[in-house]
Structures are given as structure tokens and as C-alpha cells.
């Protein structure tokens, strides 16, 4: 650790950088049907060996978070995903419902140190970290990333307002770790009591939304706050640098943007569902997992240096299931459609309520041919089991903004 990267590793050749991550799926993809029995039974019939590309891990299945609740109940406590014993695990955490998520030995095992150092947090510094530490597993995360820096952490967690700003006027740290809004929260209240925090000049932010209006107000305090993007499940996946152009992608971390409800990628610059596959992951060795979120690829590379993936950040939820008529449409369901006819670009099914009675329009982007609406509705009523139009759009029209399904219904 020196100088503006956390490693070399940064700043390597990208082709360097996909080679290593390919030849690492083969022994992750080994370890995981030999070790969780949910990857034994879904991956039977794949040799690892043959994994060595971003086209074979595509032919793999996804393994997705909105299905963790459900897998876990059926074969408690992990769903057969977990790649150590029980036993063997350092901490178990339990997320909201409920998703317990194994936490294996060793340090920074959530690879938050990348986004911090890439903050401006150096070794020596007092971070004040504000992320809980029951329950869920935010605020081991980035306590782990501190240390492997070097850093002494103050484990302040969340609320005792007050405590936190007498603390930090205490101690003086230099980093503020949490969600994006608490920093604020403990910079008013210290306001309040007239007490000045001059120590504070770095925050990392995840868990919630960064909005300009709020990086404005911490700038004009004297407080530069990066973000970046992780999930409790495998922890950090991107982070924001001093370039502030998008984050870059971890380097340890396969990420596929893929349509949503299904586990095919989309090109670069299409917004998608992030799918993700750390290889090494051993205690929790989850192959394709579809986090949920939406987001899409960023051409070209970033200004400070690092060459890995950027991504625009998180951009909405994948998962736009909505009901119509008391049946449940799925945006798998509108990708079945496209499926069954190469021809449709792109879709974006609309559902409305202009009376009594709900309504679906299903926009197409395709080059008008005599039929295609008619044969195209009647899919969309063979997948769902309901009615709807079509209408056909120019190629290119649609907005690129990861909606499959779009619920445009007011109940006021």
C-alpha cells in the first residue's frame, strides 16, 4: 500500500486482470460442488475444468438473492450454499428476511480495504465506523477493511447521537464509515451543542443513496465522502475513486450485467441486473448470484489510474414482478417472450389502470413485419395467461434504464 492504489493490482494490464479471474473459476467452481450440496445438485452435470471463460460461466445457472429466504428454510441455516462446515465459520449474520450469511476465517474477507484506501484512508488513521455490528455484518466489513490498512477503529455502530459527537471531538478521527445521511445527522447535532469536529476530513458511504445534494454539503465542510457498492452476502463489489466518473469494479470480483429474469448479459452500456462471482470465496462460494440491483458498464477506463470495469453504481431493483388481474407477471416471463422471437430487440411491458380495469401494452423495439404484433401477443398471452397489446417501436427507442416491466398504475 503507497502512493494513490491500494496495488498493483489496480493498475494492471485488463487482460492480465481477466486472465487471472478466468483461471481462477475452475477451482472455485470445484470447491463449490464439493463442498455445498445446493452447487452439487445444480451444477451435476458441469465439468469445472471447462469453465474458463465469461461465454461458459454465461451457460451457467444464477443463483438469486430473492431466493435465499426460501432455499435457507428448506436447508437451514445457508440453503446448501455455504463451502465450509458450521463449525468452521467465524461469524454468522442475519440480514433482513431472514438471510443468514457465513462468515469464514481471516481478515479482510469482504475486501472493503480497496474502497477505503481509494477513499484517502490511511494506515495510522482512527476510523469512526457507523455501520451496525449486530446482525447484519456492515460494520465488520469495513472494521476488517481498516485493519488490513492499519487503521484503529472506533466501533461507535448507529444511533447515541450525542455519544458520537463527543467521541469524535474525543478522539479525532480522521474517517467517518456509513450510510450516506448519519454523517450529517452527527455534524448537525454537533452544530447544536457548539461543539466543532475539525478531525473529520474522509467519509466512505454505502447502504443507501448519495445524492448530489449531500455530497455538496459535505464538500463545503471540509469533508471529501466516497462511495461504494457491496452486498452483505460477498461484501464490496465497486468503489468510487477521486476521479468521481462511476466505480470501479473490485478486483477480485466477476461482475456480469445481465437482462433482468434471466442470466443472460447484455452489451456494455445497457442497464442490467449485476450478477456476481468472487472466485476464492470459499466459505460462501456463490456462483452467478443476482444481487437484485441494477446498473450498467461505463465505457472506457477511469482517469485515476485504475484499469478494471466501471459501472454507473446502483440504478433500481431488478426484480419489477407486478400483478395484473390478480396473476403475477415476472420480468422472466416478458424475457421468454423476446426468446421466442429473435427479431424483438428489446421490451418494456406497461401496465396501466385507465378505468376499472388493468391494462398491459407490451413496446417492442423491432423493424415492422406483417403479423409480428399479432404473433407476438399472442406469446405474451401464452407466457403470462393474460391479454395484452403490442405496440412496435424504432430500434433504439426504449429507455435505457433497466425496466422490463413498467407499473405506471395510480390508485389516488
Same mark, same amino acid.
Given at each position: 500500500?503507497?502512493?494513490?492504489?491500494?496495488?498493483?493490482?489496480?493498475?494492471?494490464?485488463?487482460?492480465?486482470?481477466?486472465?487471472?479471474?478466468?483461471?481462477? %473459476?475452475?477451482?472455485?467452481?470445484?470447491?463449490?460442488?464439493?463442498?455445498?450440496?445446493?452447487?452439487?445438485? #445444480?451444477?451435476?452435470?458441469?465439468?469445472?475444468?471447462?469453465?474458463?471463460?465469461?461465454?461458459?460461466? /454465461?451457460?451457467?445457472?444464477?443463483?438469486?438473492?430473492? !431466493?435465499?429466504? @426460501?432455499?435457507?428454510?428448506? @436447508?437451514?441455516?445457508?440453503?446448501?450454499?455455504?463451502?465450509?462446515?458450521?463449525?468452521?465459520?467465524?461469524?454468522?449474520?442475519?440480514?433482513?428476511?431472514?438471510?443468514?450469511?457465513? @462468515?469464514?476465517?481471516?481478515?479482510?474477507?469482504?475486501? =472493503?480495504?480497496?474502497?477505503?484506501?481509494?477513499?484517502?484512508?490511511?494506515?495510522?488513521?482512527?476510523?469512526?465506523?457507523?455501520?451496525? +455490528?449486530?446482525? =447484519?455484518?456492515?460494520?465488520?466489513?469495513? !472494521?476488517?477493511?481498516?485493519?488490513?490498512?492499519?487503521?484503529?477503529?472506533?466501533?461507535?455502530?448507529?444511533?447515541?447521537?450525542?455519544?458520537?459527537?463527543?467521541?469524535?471531538?474525543?478522539?479525532?478521527?480522521?474517517? +467517518?464509515?456509513?450510510?450516506? *445521511?448519519?454523517?450529517?445527522?452527527?455534524?448537525?447535532?454537533?452544530?447544536?451543542?457548539?461543539?466543532? %469536529?475539525?478531525?473529520?476530513?474522509?467519509?466512505?458511504? =454505502?447502504?443507501?443513496?448519495?445524492?448530489?445534494?449531500?455530497? /455538496?454539503?459535505?464538500?463545503?465542510?471540509?469533508?471529501?465522502?466516497?462511495?461504494?457498492?457491496?452486498?452483505?452476502?460477498?461484501?464490496?463489489?465497486? +468503489? !468510487?475513486?477521486?476521479?468521481?466518473?462511476?466505480?470501479?469494479?473490485?478486483? @477480485?470480483?466477476?461482475? !456480469?450485467?445481465?437482462?433482468?429474469?434471466?442470466?443472460?448479459?447484455?452489451?456494455?452500456?445497457?442497464?442490467?441486473?449485476?450478477?456476481?462471482?468472487?472466485?476464492?470465496?470459499?466459505?460462501?462460494?456463490?456462483?452467478?448470484?443476482?444481487?437484485?440491483?441494477?446498473?450498467?458498464?461505463?465505457?472506457?477506463?477511469?482517469?485515476?489510474?485504475?484499469?478494471?470495469?466501471?459501472?454507473?453504481?446502483?440504478?433500481?431493483? /431488478?426484480?419489477?414482478?407486478?400483478?395484473?388481474?390478480?396473476?403475477?407477471?415476472?420480468?422472466?416471463?416478458?424475457?421468454?417472450?423476446?426468446?421466442?422471437?429473435?427479431?424483438?430487440?428489446?421490451?418494456?411491458?406497461?401496465?396501466?389502470?385507465?378505468?376499472?380495469?388493468?391494462?398491459?401494452? #407490451?413496446?417492442?423495439?423491432?423493424?415492422?413485419?406483417?403479423? #409480428?404484433?399479432?404473433?407476438?401477443? *399472442?406469446?405474451?398471452?401464452?407466457?403470462?395467461?393474460?391479454?395484452?397489446?403490442?405496440?412496435?417501436?424504432?430500434?433504439?427507442?426504449?429507455?435505457?434504464?433497466?425496466?422490463?416491466?413498467?407499473?405506471?398504475?395510480?390508485?389516488?
Amino acid at each position: 500500500m503507497s502512493g494513490e492504489h491500494y496495488d498493483t493490482l489496480e493498475t494492471r494490464d485488463p487482460q492480465a486482470r481477466e486472465a487471472a479471474l478466468m483461471a481462477a %473459476l475452475p477451482g472455485h467452481i470445484a470447491h463449490a460442488k464439493a463442498n455445498a450440496p445446493a452447487y452439487a445438485r #445444480l451444477l451435476a452435470g458441469v465439468d469445472p475444468a471447462a469453465v474458463t471463460s465469461r461465454a461458459a460461466l /454465461a451457460a451457467l445457472p444464477v443463483t438469486r438473492k430473492s !431466493e435465499l429466504t @426460501e432455499m435457507q428454510a428448506a @436447508e437451514p441455516p445457508f440453503g446448501g450454499l455455504a463451502g465450509v462446515p458450521v463449525g468452521d465459520l467465524a461469524r454468522i449474520f442475519c440480514s433482513p428476511g431472514p438471510i443468514f450469511d457465513p @462468515e469464514g476465517q481471516g481478515g479482510d474477507q469482504y475486501r =472493503t480495504a480497496r474502497a477505503l484506501y481509494a477513499s484517502g484512508v490511511r494506515k495510522g488513521q482512527i476510523v469512526h465506523n457507523c455501520f451496525a +455490528y449486530h446482525f =447484519t455484518p456492515a460494520g465488520r466489513m469495513f !472494521e476488517a477493511g481498516a485493519h488490513a490498512i492499519g487503521c484503529p477503529v472506533f466501533p461507535a455502530g448507529t444511533g447515541n447521537t450525542e455519544q458520537q459527537v463527543q467521541v469524535i471531538a474525543a478522539l479525532k478521527p480522521a474517517t +467517518y464509515v456509513g450510510t450516506p *445521511d448519519y454523517l450529517k445527522i452527527i455534524l448537525e447535532k454537533a452544530d447544536e451543542l457548539g461543539v466543532a %469536529l475539525p478531525s473529520l476530513t474522509i467519509g466512505h458511504v =454505502t447502504g443507501g443513496a448519495f445524492l448530489p445534494p449531500l455530497r /455538496a454539503y459535505y464538500a463545503e465542510r471540509g469533508i471529501q465522502v466516497y462511495q461504494s457498492y457491496g452486498i452483505a452476502d460477498l461484501g464490496l463489489i465497486a +468503489y !468510487e475513486t477521486t476521479a468521481r466518473e462511476g466505480l470501479v469494479v473490485a478486483e @477480485e470480483v466477476i461482475l !456480469e450485467i445481465v437482462r433482468p429474469g434471466t442470466g443472460d448479459p447484455v452489451p456494455d452500456g445497457e442497464v442490467g441486473e449485476v450478477v456476481i462471482t468472487v472466485p476464492g470465496h470459499g466459505a460462501y462460494p456463490l456462483i452467478r448470484f443476482a444481487t437484485g440491483d441494477l446498473s450498467a458498464v461505463l465505457p472506457g477506463a477511469s482517469p485515476c489510474g485504475r484499469t478494471n470495469t466501471r459501472i454507473k453504481g446502483w440504478m433500481g431493483r /431488478a426484480d419489477q414482478t407486478t400483478k395484473v388481474k390478480g396473476m403475477f407477471v415476472h420480468p422472466r416471463q416478458i424475457a421468454e417472450v423476446l426468446k421466442r422471437h429473435p427479431d424483438v430487440l428489446r421490451a418494456r411491458l406497461v401496465v396501466d389502470r385507465p378505468g376499472d380495469a388493468d391494462t398491459m401494452v #407490451l413496446r417492442i423495439e423491432a423493424v415492422p413485419e406483417p403479423g #409480428l404484433e399479432t404473433a407476438v401477443a *399472442d406469446t405474451l398471452a401464452a407466457v403470462t395467461k393474460l391479454k395484452g397489446r403490442v405496440e412496435i417501436e424504432p430500434p433504439g427507442s426504449l429507455p435505457n434504464d433497466g425496466k422490463v416491466i413498467d407499473d405506471v398504475r395510480k390508485y389516488d
